[in-house]
C-alpha cells in the first residue's frame, strides 16, 4: 500500500510571493490533514477534511492561508502572500475515516521564507 | 484548551540502554497516539493506545487515561531510535489531536 505522498519536498521562496504544496492521502482515506510544523515544535493542525467538506480550520491564518480537495482524494495548501514566519514544514495526514483514527503522515515539505 | 506535557525534553542514551519516556495531560482524552520523528523528518506511528499496555518489540506504552499521563518504554535502544518522540491526544471537545512538546532521543554508538 503507497503512503501518503508529498510534493514538492523543499521550497525556497522570498516574502511576499506565493507557493502551494500538494498532497495526494492514502487511497480510500476519508480524512485528510495540513499540519504546520515549526522548528523545535510539535506539528499544528491547520485544516482537516472528511471527504471534500471541512472539518476544522480554526487555526488555519485564512488571510494568506487556503486549501481545497477536490472531488474528496488529493488536495492543495496555498500561501500567498507568504510571511516570514511561514518558514516551517508542511505535513500532510490521512486516517481512513474520521479525526479519532491513527494518522499516516507524508514524509512533508520543508518550507524557506527569504 | 488541553495541555500536552512531555518529559524529559531531551535524553542521551548508550546504545543498549533502556528508557521511559513520559507524557502528561491536563484534561480528560479519548485516544492517545505516539509518534517517532526520524532525523530526516518523516513521522511514523508506533502505538494507538487509548489506555492499557501494548507492545511492539523493543518498544512499548501503556496509558493511564484516569491519571492523565502515558509511558513510553524504550528497550536495549539501537542508533536507529535516535530522532524525536511525540504523544498525541484526542479529546472529543477539540475533535482532533493535540501533540506534546517532544522528546528528543539520542542514541549513541
Known amino acids: ?114 | 484548551g488541553i495541555q500536552v506535557e512531555q518529559s524529559p525534553p531531551d535524553l542521551i542514551l548508550q546504545e543498549g540502554a533502556n528508557s521511559t519516556l513520559r507524557c502528561n495531560f491536563s484534561d480528560s482524552v479519548n485516544n492517545l497516539q505516539w509518534f517517532h520523528q526520524n532525523p530526516w523528518g518523516q513521522l511514523i506511528n508506533l502505538f494507538y493506545i487509548p489506555s492499557g499496555t501494548k507492545q511492539n518489540g523493543r518498544l512499548s506504552a501503556t496509558t493511564v487515561a484516569t491519571e492523565r499521563y502515558s509511558l513510553l518504554y524504550i528497550s536495549s535502544s539501537q542508533t536507529t531510535d535516535s530522532g524525536v518522540y511525540f504523544c498525541a491526544v484526542f479529546t472529543s471537545g477539540t475533535y482532533k489531536y493535540i501533540f506534546g512538546t517532544g522528546t528528543r532521543l539520542k542514541v549513541l554508538a
Open chain 1, 1 to 114: 500500500e503507497a503512503g501518503v505522498a508529498q510534493s514538492p519536498r523543499y521550497k525556497i521562496i522570498e516574502k511576499r510571493q506565493s507557493v502551494a504544496f500538494w498532497c495526494n492521502p492514502i487511497s480510500g482515506h476519508a480524512t485528510l490533514y495540513w499540519y504546520q510544523q515549526i522548528l523545535g515544535q510539535g506539528p499544528k493542525l491547520l485544516i482537516q477534511f472528511q471527504n471534500n467538506g471541512v472539518v476544522d480550520d480554526s487555526q488555519l491564518p485564512k488571510d494568506r492561508f487556503s486549501a481545497e480537495r477536490l472531488k474528496g482524494v488529493d488536495s492543495t495548501l496555498k500561501i500567498q502572500p507568504a510571511k516570514l514566519e511561514d518558514s516551517a514544514v508542511y505535513l500532510c495526514a490521512s486516517s481512513q475515516r474520521d479525526g479519532l483514527e491513527t494518522q499516516y503522515f507524508g514524509p512533508g515539505t520543508r518550507l524557506l521564507v527569504l
